[in-house]
């Protein structure tokens, strides 16, 4: 979905895959986070 609002498409540039790569990681953190908190697992 961020791919293809920032681009309007498959055309991929060099600078719309830094803000895909951020939302690509932000997008699951709190998921994960609660996951995490949930079940007592360390990621470390």
């Known amino acids: 979905l ?3 609002l ?3 498409g498959a055309m991929l540039t ?4 830094p803000i895909m ?3 690509g990681f932000l997008t699951p953190w709190p998921y994960n986070y609660w996951r995490l908190k949930k079940f007592g ?4």
């Open 14 to 17: 060099w600078w719309v895959m």
């Open 21 to 23: 790569l951020m939302v």
């Open 6 to 8: 920032l681009t309007g």
């Open 41 to 44: 697992i360390a990621c470390h």
């Open 2 to 4: 961020t791919d293809y």
